[in-house]
C-alpha cells in the first residue's frame, strides 16, 4: 500500500489528477485508489509512507535503439537502461535493435527476421536493471521479405515493424505490399520524419507518411536535424496519426509543436521517446527532460507531459501500464521537487523548469529502487514499514544508487 499521498497524477490526460492519498496493490496490479479511510488494505504486508510527495505511472519512452543487452554500443556504455529505470522509466519501445555488423546494415532479409524473433524472445526474459519492461524485436525492412516472414514473425510474438526511414527500406512503392502484410498480422509501425541522420537512413516528407499511414510519426520535431515546419503542420492539421517529440531533435519545432498542439486542444497525440541510445547520448533522464522542457516553455500543465510520457503512449501500444487504474500493471513512481525548488511540490518544480527526481520505483508492485542513479534529489522521502527509505551521503547519492539487485521475469 502507498499512502500520504498528495497528488495521485492518473496518466490520463483528460483525468489529470485523481482524488485520493492511497493506493493499494495486489498480485503486481493496482487494486484499489482513493483515501486511506475508503480503501481495502487487508492483508497489506508492506506499506510506503511517501511523506506527502507525489505517485504517477512509470514513464514509457517510444524510441530507443536497444542491442541484446543493457549496452549501448555506439557509445560502449553499459548499464544505461538500468539508469533509465531508476530514473523512473520503466518501459521502453524498440525502433529496431542495432550494434556492429547487424543484418539490418546489409540489406539481409533472413538475418533481419532472425534478429527481429532472437530480440523478441531476449527481452520477453531479460529486463535490464532487474525489472525494465523492454519491448523489443522490431524489425528493419530489407528486400527479399515475403508474407510468409511476417506470418511467421507474427507467430513468434513479434509486432514491431522499426521506424521506417531510420534504416532500410522507405520508398513507398517498396515497402508498401510489406505494409499490407504487416497490417494483416496486427504489427505496428512507424515512420521517421526528418533528413538522413546516419549512413543508411533516408528522407521521408510528409507526403510520404501520409501515404504510408503509420501508427506513429517517429522524431516528428527532427531526429536530430528537422524538415521544414510546413511539412510537421501538415501532419498536426491534416491527420489523426500520433506524433513523437524527442528531446534531443530540434528544439525549436519542440516548443512550435507543443504550443500548437496545446492550442488545438490535441495533446491526446502526443508521446516522448529519446531515441537513444544513438550519437544523442544513451540519457537515462530523457523522459524526465523532455516532461520539464515541453510544460515550463510552453505553459503546459506538468500532469499533461506527464500523460504523454505515460497514458498516451499505453494507449498508442495497447499497454496494460502508463495510467493508475483498477487491474493496470503497478508501474509506478513517487516523484518530488529538489531541495530548495521554489516550486513547492513535483508538479511545480516541472512547471517552473527544475529538474525533480524520484524517491521509489516500484514496478508490478516491487520496489525496485530508491533514487536514480545520479539522479536528482528529492525534498522529501518514503518510509517502508515506518522504516525510513533514503538515500543519505554523497557517495551513496553520486555512485550507489540502492536497489534490491533481483531479476523479474517475464514468467
Known amino acids: 500500500m502507498i499512502k500520504s499521498i498528495d497528488k495521485i497524477v492518473s496518466g490520463d490526460i483528460e483525468r489529470g489528477v485523481i482524488p485520493g492519498d492511497t493506493i493499494v496493490v495486489r498480485d503486481g496490479k493496482i487494486a484499489a485508489f482513493g483515501f486511506e479511510k475508503e480503501v481495502d488494505a487487508s492483508g497489506i504486508e508492506t506499506v ?18 536497444n542491442t541484446l543487452d543493457d549496452y549501448a554500443p555506439q557509445r560502449g556504455a553499459v548499464g544505461c537502461y538500468a539508469d533509465a529505470l531508476y530514473s523512473g522509466t520503466t518501459t521502453v519501445i524498440s525502433e ?23 530480440s523478441k524472445r531476449v527481452f520477453d526474459h531479460f529486463r535490464p536493471g532487474g525489472a525494465m519492461k523492454v519491448h523489443g524485436g522490431a524489425l528493419v525492412l530489407v528486400h527479399g521479405l515475403t508474407e510468409q516472414d511476417f506470418k511467421e514473425m507474427h507467430d513468434a510474438g513479434v509486432w514491431l515493424i522499426a521506424e521506417i ?32 541522420s546516419i549512413p543508411g537512413s533516408s528522407w521521408v516528407t510528409s507526403e510520404s507518411i501520409m501515404k504510408l499511414r503509420p501508427n506513429k510519426v517517429a522524431h ?24 513523437e517529440l524527442v528531446v534531443n531533435g530540434n528544439f525549436v519545432n519542440f516548443n512550435k509543436m507543443m504550443r500548437h498542439m496545446h492550442a488545438k486542444n490535441a495533446l491526446n497525440r502526443m508521446v516522448f521517446g529519446s531515441d537513444a541510445p544513438t550519437g544523442q547520448a544513451s540519457l537515462p533522464g530523457a523522459i524526465n527532460r523532455a516532461i520539464v522542457k515541453a510544460s515550463c516553455l510552453n ?22 501500464t502508463g495510467k493508475i487504474e483498477v487491474g493496470r500493471e503497478a508501474d509506478l513512481q513517487i516523484i518530488d521537487c529538489p531541495p530548495g ?48 527509505a533514503f538515500v543519505s551521503g554523497i557517495t551513496e547519492h553520486l555512485f550507489f544508487p540502492p536497489q534490491p539487485g533481483r531479476h523479474y521475469e517475464n514468467i
Open 96 to 118: 529496431g535493435e542495432q550494434g556492429p555488423g547487424w543484418p539490418r546494415f546489409y540489406d539481409d532479409p533472413i538475418g533481419c527476421k532472425a534478429a527481429a524473433i532472437m
Open 48 to 65: 510506503v509512507d511517501v511523506d506527502g510527495q507525489i505517485v504517477c505511472p512509470g514513464f514509457i519512452d517510444c524510441h530507443v535503439h
Open 299 to 320: 505553459d503546459v500543465p506538468a500532469v499533461k507531459c506527464i500523460a504523454m510520457a505515460t497514458g498516451n503512449a499505453a494507449d498508442l501500444y495497447g499497454l496494460n
Open 220 to 243: 516528428t520535431n527532427g531526429g536530430s536535424t528537422a524538415v521544414e515546419f510546413s511539412h510537421i503542420e501538415r501532419l498536426m492539421d491534416e491527420s489523426e496519426i500520433a506524433l
Open 341 to 388: 525548488s521554489c516550486g513547492a511540490d513535483a508538479l511545480k518544480a516541472i512547471e517552473s523548469g527544475d529538474p525533480f527526481g524520484n524517491s521509489m520505483v516500484i514496478v508490478d508492485g516491487r520496489i525496485i529502487a530508491y533514487r536514480g542513479h545520479d539522479s536528482r534529489p528529492t525534498a522529501r522521502f518514503c518510509y517502508v514499514n515506518g522504516q525510513k
Open 165 to 196: 526511414g531510420g534504416g532500410g527500406l522507405s520508398d513507398p512503392a517498396e515497402v508498401e505490399p510489406m505494409l499490407e502484410w504487416a497490417r494483416k498480422y496486427s504489427f505496428f509501425y512507424s515512420v521517421h520524419l526528418a533528413p538522413p
